[in-house]
């Protein structure tokens, strides 16, 4: 077990080590700059520098780095395939709340949210959209990530056959529906057709 | 460990608010006792202060902390656990008896300790649901008593309360409770005066029931119940009661008046039933009388037997007494309604009312000077226990009180504390606290008017001392010049110091050289000097603390109560002649041609060392300076200086200062038998206005330095303009002699007072100006910040600033002003306390206060000396009618400054044929049709009349 | 009022030198990026850290170093009477500049430029010495946060009543009207960051307030110093059992880490 360390904490001589993430160099040593764990690796053999790199590791990492981008707070990027949750609708959008990237959940905190636009659920008769007719309150859609959108949203899309609702509830009995086409799903127990916009899953 | 305290409030707004507070517990709080068990005693030998070899330890409970303070200062008690419930409480309802028990635990011989139980782990308790605050706190100090018990298992506990509950639930709990007379008693073998110290309203016992079942006829109820405080409270607020502090007048006893904005002026409260047992100082609430039964002020001079006309115990001898001889006050605060508003009518009827209860009362925990009334109501005094005390002030009634001692009491001067005044009772009960001396003995009675005026003549203590400098004190070039760069060395320079003869704590010295030498003819630089006591003086030491507290040096006949210890007052510091002595100067460049200084030249301040040429009186000043040949370059320089303080006294006057008067007036002593050869009004030469004109420059100048450099924390002198209607006296007076005044302005007060001259009477204007100083108010201090610049001026010297600089031996403020120009030139860091306007408030209020109780100390010295004087021989003397009255005559004897009553003779035995009193033309025709006014001159015969016990008073007697 | 009695004991039973029982939690509110609860006697002080993210008004953005905001607010029912208060009053924002400024002085600005960090302060409880426990709230939440930083800092106060030095000032002892000193400090560099001295204090008494004030922060520190330990050792052994869930996930060998002591 390791102890410990906290902001402003000395760790090594600076001559002895390199300073890595969540470390900084002060006068003569390597001092940490956050409240975490600290971590010594041997320089790579090809190195220059044969100092061994010492940096402050965080606490827990819950959202995993499934993405490659470095650790951290996993970030949906434009053209990222994303699950969402409905949240709200109007006549002209719908917002939802983002809860799977690339398939890696998404840390409940983070909260990022999502748009998807009249004009971008469907690829055809982009005009006549009825979103009521599309998506309702709790549906689980799969969209894509149209662009970083506003300050509080990204844009998404459902404009693509593979993309939709995958997931609603039934209304008169809450139990998940099925798909019957790409414009409907069906109640399993009332047999009741609700129209939505469909993903087509493999 | 801790605990939340929490209880609901009501702002002052009304609302209702919850207040949580944190309440840490510990345990590190000991018992102070080196008996108890490790735990309990703490390391810290110096908190062991319970002796261990006292028979028991004490604790007392709130009601004896508070009534009981004179049986906790005798000697034989010590070993007392005070608890900080105790303290609390009595802080909170009376003042003066929590600063009392606090000096008590200071006192080393006493081992009061204090015992923090509140903050206690084992000895904090929490109110249970429904217990009283009281209930709980009696049961704090149980649970104190019990754990002091299991502390120190070795020691007897006792628990000293009067509450009959406390005591029984006390002995319930196992805890050893006595009431005080039970504890008194138990210690009457050793000290029997206990009994008399013990204060009323005990719970037991024997000797109350005895009393009581004596008193059973009397005890019907002679006063009014007064109203509890929740229904003052609501009358005041709701307008049908007034409140306010009740002054009794100085000649009419049982007449006193309350102020009140909503009826406009004060209301008059006459008689004793309405009184209802308020006294003077008193904060009451007054009920008004319907219109129908308002009265006119009284017109007449109280009369023997009037103050005491429905009290049959009295005997008339006794009441002659409180015709009251004293000296004339000096200003408007001292005297008594004479600047009061009166709301009146037409017919001269004022609005008059009944005392329903008191607020507040003034009584004084260190006691009245009293002593024993031996008249028959009071037979066979010297066996009874139960007595009468008259105090010496004439404004209080009797007090009964209790003592064993009657007979060793008889002709004793002896301090009296009140303790109630229950409504069945024709008198407030108090008990008896010390003897003084023998009544009429100059000691003695120096003691009682030092008592009554609060002033402290005890002598310093072994910590003050050690603050002075070692005699012989002598200065030294090392310490004081090198070491002192900004101290200048003026020993070169000619100065002289002029006093009063006999003085020998010499505060200031002056200087004055022509400045021709140094290409600046025509010029004079004049320097003030003054003992530079700051030098020796320092913040936060024992000595300052103490001079802070006495605030002034009191100067009676025959003795100097000093504010600072003899060596520094008389020799360290006092700028006598011929030696070196440190000193704050101030010089001025002053014109020699006009007398007046230089425009535009600033007076300069700097520390010097003077070594004064000649210590003069003003007498040998006067003699120098009037002396032709005589030209010493001492006198000369002393010509220069009055030369330029006639002009600097011409200035002031244009400007609108007054001359003012005030009878003051002196004794010639015999060294020898410290008795009065002579006595006379003081007698003023141009070398005192000299004197006293450079003082006032130095002065102004210092109140203009200090406040550049403290805008807001200077302390300042100031003489508020007296309001116009504070002139009516002397309005009236004036109407009646027939001379115009003017009192728009203080210019035109002033020339209209210099007009106002009697060609065939030097007196008169004279006296004229008495009436007029007397309806001012009196100067003050106070700290600039808190008053406005219109309100901080100096109404008498017709000076926007003013302060005090040119007595730092005798006066706590000149300290202050001196710390503060240090501060201000750079010599010193400004000290904490001047730097905090709250601290400085204190200091300023407090020299207000002792400056006022050194005055009246010094009156009634004087007072007391002339009774001394008159014993002797009766005088005839010429006296003057200040005030005119229906049954008599206010007359002021300008040679003795006497200002007393006089009755017209037998004026009572025809009904028919009463003195006419015109309150207008203030005369007073009498029934031998001799008309008297105000301002005539007449011959009176003053003598003693003695009285039984050593008692007496000053009879005058017109010829 | 007798604020320090001859015994040595002040009105709530402490002696001069003693500050009020001290209390911290980490991560006390989940939904911010960082957050803390600072307790001072009964004073207690929330706050919480957002971001740092991108600028909200693109003019405000410091191109090299972080911006900075903060902002106060007391809760209605923070003082003994119930009051609606306005934000943005003279005492509030005098408080949150001198939280602002302290933290802009302990964290590395200029790692983080272009970006901006929001920090909220809510004052629960308020019985004296708000200022100090409200730095001291917002260091934990930054550090909880993880913004890279100089050095932590805690921030105490310490007032002159009776002739005597007391540490940490109570409601009731803050209405004494003596000087006070409040000292922010940074016991790593061993730097004093910010003094605020309140009513007129002579330099004397200055510093001996402001010594005793920087004694009542190295105990703070040294209290917070404990909690965030504590806390990282929590964070930690959460991080190990994440990493374990992920390994056996993957069915990877865990791959062995090298820790420093």
């Given at each position: 077990m390791t102890a410990p360390v906290l902001p402003g904490e000395p760790l090594r001589h600076a001559d002895e080590v390199r300073s890595g993430p969540g470390t900084y160099v002060r006068g003569k040593s390597v001092v940490a700059a956050v409240m975490g764990h600290a971590r010594t690796t041997p320089a790579?053999?090809?190195?220059?520098?044969?100092r061994p790199l010492v940096e402050v590791i965080k606490g827990p990492v819950v959202t995993g780095d499934a993405t490659g981008r470095g650790g951290g707070t996993l970030l949906p990027e434009v053209g990222d395939e994303v699950f969402a949750r409905v949240l709200r609708i109007n006549p002209r959008q719908v917002w939802c709340e983002i809860v799977a990237v690339n398939g890696k959940a998404v840390n409940d905190a983070s909260g990022f949210q999502g748009i998807v636009r009249q004009q971008d659920v469907r690829a055809t008769e982009i005009d006549k959209v009825d979103m009521y007719e599309s998506f309702l309150p709790a549906d689980v859609i799969r969209a894509k990530v149209?662009?970083?959108?506003d300050q509080r949203s990204y844009y998404l899309t459902t404009a693509r056959n593979e993309l939709g609702v995958v997931q609603a509830k039934s209304p008169f009995t809450g139990e998940p529906m099925v798909p019957v086409s790409w414009q409907e799903m069906m109640c399993p127990s009332t047999q009741v057709k609700v129209s939505r916009k469909v993903a087509k899953v493999d | 460990m801790s605990a939340q305290r929490s209880f609901v409030k009501k702002t002052k707004a009304g609302r209702v608010m919850k207040v949580v507070r944190e309440h840490y517990l510990r345990d590190d709080i000991y018992v102070g006792c080196e008996l108890a068990t490790e735990e309990y005693r703490g390391p810290d030998q110096s908190t062991w202060k319970l002796s261990p070899g006292a028979s028991k330890f004490i604790v007392i409970d709130t009601n004896v902390a508070l009534h009981q303070l004179d049986l906790l200062a005798h000697k034989s008690i010590a070993d007392v656990v005070v608890l900080s419930v105790v303290l609390e409480e009595c802080r909170n309802r009376s003042k003066s008896s929590y600063d009392r028990l606090r000096s008590m635990c200071q006192d080393p011989t006493k081992r009061f300790f204090v015992f923090a139980n509140e903050h206690h782990r084992d000895t904090y308790i929490k109110a249970e649901p429904g217990e009283s605050p009281n209930d709980r706190n009696d049961r704090a100090i149980r649970v104190a008593a019990k754990f002091y018990q299991r502390a120190i298992p070795s020691k007897r506990i006792v628990l000293l309360t009067n509450d009959r509950g406390n005591l029984l639930r006390a002995k319930e709990e196992g805890v050893d409770a006595l009431s005080v007379r039970q504890f008194a008693r138990e210690h009457a073998a050793d000290a029997p005066e206990l009994m008399d110290l013990v204060a009323g309203n005990d719970i037991d016992d024997e000797d109350v029931a005895a009393a009581a079942a004596d008193d059973a006829p009397s005890a019907k109820r002679i006063f009014a119940e007064h109203l509890s405080a929740s229904q003052m409270a609501a009358g005041i607020k709701g307008g049908t009661l007034h409140q306010g502090s009740l002054r009794t007048g100085r000649f009419s006893p049982w007449e006193g008046y309350v102020g009140s904005d909503a009826v406009g002026g004060d209301i008059m409260i006459v008689g004793r039933t309405d009184m209802n047992r308020a006294m003077d100082g008193d904060v009451v609430a007054v009920e008004l009388l319907p219109e129908s039964e308002w009265r006119r002020p009284g017109t007449k001079i109280a009369k023997p037997g009037e103050e005491h006309k429905d009290d049959k115990e009295d005997d008339k001898e006794d009441d002659k007494e409180n015709e009251t001889v004293s000296l004339a006050p000096a200003v408007a605060e001292d005297a008594d309604d004479g600047s009061a508003v009166k709301a009146k009518r037409e017919d001269g009827v004022v609005p008059t009312g009944r005392v329903v209860?008191?607020?507040k009362r003034n009584w004084r925990e260190r006691g009245y000077a009293a002593c024993i009334d031996l008249g028959p109501g009071a037979a066979g005094a010297a066996a009874a226990s139960r007595l009468l005390a008259v105090p010496q002030d004439r404004r209080l009634p009797k007090i009964r009180i209790q003592t064993r001692q009657a007979a060793a009491l008889v002709d004793q001067r002896i301090v009296v504390v009140i303790d109630s005044w229950p409504a069945d009772s024709p008198y407030p009960e108090g008990h008896y606290v010390k003897s003084l001396g023998k009544l009429g003995d100059a000691d003695a009675e120096t003691a009682a008017v030092l008592l009554e005026a609060d002033v402290d003549d005890r002598p310093f203590a072994p910590a003050v001392h050690a603050c002075v400098p070692p005699l012989p004190w002598s200065f030294d070039e090392r310490t004081h010049l090198q070491a002192q760069p900004h101290r200048e060395d003026l020993r070169n320079l000619r100065v002289c110091s002029v006093d009063p003869p006999g003085c020998r704590d010499i505060d200031d010295a002056l200087s004055c050289r022509p400045l021709d030498d140094e290409g600046m003819p025509g010029m004079l630089e004049l320097g003030v000097h003054i003992a530079d006591v700051t030098s020796f003086l320092h913040p936060d030491t024992a000595m300052d603390d103490e001079a802070k507290r006495r605030g002034t040096t009191t100067y009676l006949v025959q003795r100097r109560l000093d504010m600072l210890p003899k060596p520094l007052t008389e020799d360290i510091c006092s700028l006598r002649g011929g030696v070196e002595r440190l000193t704050f100067s101030v010089f001025f460049r002053f014109d020699a041609k006009t007398g007046l200084p230089v425009p535009g030249v600033e007076p300069r301040f700097t520390k010097a060392v003077i070594k004064s040429a000649a210590a003069l009186t003003y007498a040998e000043a006067q003699t120098m300076m009037d002396d032709p040949n005589d030209t010493s370059p001492l006198a000369n320089d002393l010509r220069r200086i009055n030369a330029c303080a006639r002009s600097l006294r011409k200035r002031r006057i244009d400007a609108g200062a007054l001359t003012l008067a005030s009878p003051e007036v002196r004794f010639e002593m015999d060294?020898?038998?410290?008795?009065?050869?002579d006595v006379g009004m003081y007698v003023t030469r141009e070398a005192n206005q000299m004197v006293e004109e450079m003082m006032l420059l130095a002065n102004v100048a210092s109140a203009e330095r200090i406040l550049r450099a403290f805008p807001s924390h200077a302390l300042l002198r100031r003489h508020p303009t007296p309001?116009?209607?504070?002139?009516d006296p002397l309005l009236k007076a004036c109407r009646a002699a027939g001379v115009d005044v003017d009192v728009s302005t203080s210019k035109k007060l002033a020339d209209s007072l210099d007009a106002a001259v009697r060609p065939d009477d030097q007196y008169f204007n004279t006296l004229l100006r008495i009436v007029a100083t007397r309806c001012m108010s009196q100067a003050v201090y106070c700290v600039s910040g808190a008053h406005s610049v219109n309100d901080r001026v100096h109404y008498g010297l017709a000076a926007p600033l003013y302060t005090h600089f040119t007595s730092p031996i005798r006066r706590y403020a000149d300290v202050v002003v001196h710390r503060l120009l240090n501060a201000a030139l750079g010599l010193e860091r400004a000290h904490a306390s001047l730097q905090d306007s709250e601290a400085l408030k204190a200091v300023s209020d407090n020299i207000n206060v002792r400056h006022r109780n050194s005055q009246m100390a010094a009156r009634a010295s004087v007072e007391l000396h002339t009774h001394i004087f008159f014993r002797k021989k009766a005088a005839e003397t010429e006296a003057r009618v200040i005030r005119v009255r229906a049954n008599g005559l206010i007359v002021f004897v300008p040679k003795f400054g006497i200002e007393a009553p006089v009755l017209f003779d037998d004026e009572e035995e025809e009904g028919d044929k009463k003195a006419v009193l015109d309150e207008e033309a203030m005369t007073v025709t009498t029934k031998a049709g001799k008309t008297w006014k105000v301002f005539d001159a007449c011959k009176v015969c003053i003598q003693i009349e003695e009285l039984a016990a050593g008692r007496s008073r000053l009879a005058i007697k017109i010829l | 009022m007798e604020y320090v009695s001859l015994e040595g004991l002040r009105l709530d039973g402490r002696r001069p030198k003693e500050t009020r029982r001290m209390r911290c939690e980490l991560t006390a509110l989940p939904g911010s990026d960082g957050s803390a609860v600072f307790e001072l006697g009964n004073t207690k002080v929330l706050a919480a850290v957002h971001g740092p993210h991108e600028c909200r008004r693109p003019s405000e953005r410091l191109e090299d170093r972080l911006l900075v905001k903060c902002e106060v607010s007391m809760a209605a029912f923070s003082t003994g009477e119930r009051r609606r208060r306005t934000k943005g009053d003279r005492r509030t924002n005098e408080l949150s500049t001198f939280v602002r400024r302290c933290i802009e002085t302990c964290v590395s600005a200029e790692l983080l430029a272009r970006s901006q960090l929001d920090v909220s302060i809510q004052v629960l409880q308020a019985d004296g010495g708000v200022r100090a426990a409200a730095v001291n709230a917002a260091v934990l939440a930054i550090v909880d946060a993880g913004i890279p930083m100089q050095d932590t800092m805690a921030c105490c106060s310490a007032g002159y009543l009776d002739d005597t030095p007391l540490l940490d000032l109570n409601y009731m002892e803050e209405g004494g009207g003596g000087p006070e000193v409040h000292v922010a400090y940074m016991p790593q560099m061993d730097r004093v960051v910010a003094i605020v001295t309140e009513n007129k204090a002579s330099v004397d008494v200055f510093e001996r307030a402001h010594e005793l004030a920087l004694d009542g922060c190295r105990v703070a520190s040294k209290l917070m110093r404990e909690r965030m330990i504590e806390h990282a050792k929590h964070l930690w052994a959460m991080r190990q059992v994440t990493l374990r869930v992920k390994d056996d996930e993957t069915g990877d060998e865990a791959k062995p880490i090298s820790m420093e002591t």
């Open positions: 790579a053999d090809d190195a220059d520098d044969k149209l662009s970083l959108g | 209860g008191v607020v060294k020898e038998t410290n008795q009065p050869l309001a116009p209607r504070m002139f | -």
